[in-house]
């Protein structure tokens, strides 16, 4: 069984059946999985919508579940992420 030690090792799966192929012989590293568990804000939050291609969708949804993440916990995640990544680049300050 190989352990999976970067969610980069994880490759975006065609089908059900070879997303279940893979995990037959992977398994995720504890640490990446305490990781990527996104502690909420204390703050309140503000509900928006978003539409998606619902094929897009699927594929997050997956892409989550092999993570043990929810899907829209884990898709904040990725916006605070690429976020971070824009104003470190930009030079901006958290305001």
């Known amino acids: 069984m190989k352990i999976i030690s970067d969610w980069n090792e994880v490759p975006d799966f065609e ?8 995990w ?6 504890p640490r990446l999985i305490n990781g990527s ?4 804000d204390s703050k309140e939050s503000t509900t ?5 291609d619902p094929r897009m969708l699927s594929r997050i949804k ?4 092999s993570r043990f993440l929810n899907y ?24």
């Open 15 to 22: 089908s059900d059946e070879e997303e279940h192929a893979f």
């Open 62 to 65: 997956r892409i989550a579940r």
């Open 48 to 52: 928006i919508t978003l539409r998606f």
């Open 37 to 40: 568990v996104h502690a909420p």
């Open 72 to 95: 829209q916990s884990m898709m904040k995640q990725w916006l605070a992420e690429r976020m971070e990544e824009e104003m470190r680049k930009n030079g901006d300050q958290d305001s």
């Open 24 to 29: 037959n012989g992977h398994a995720l590293n």
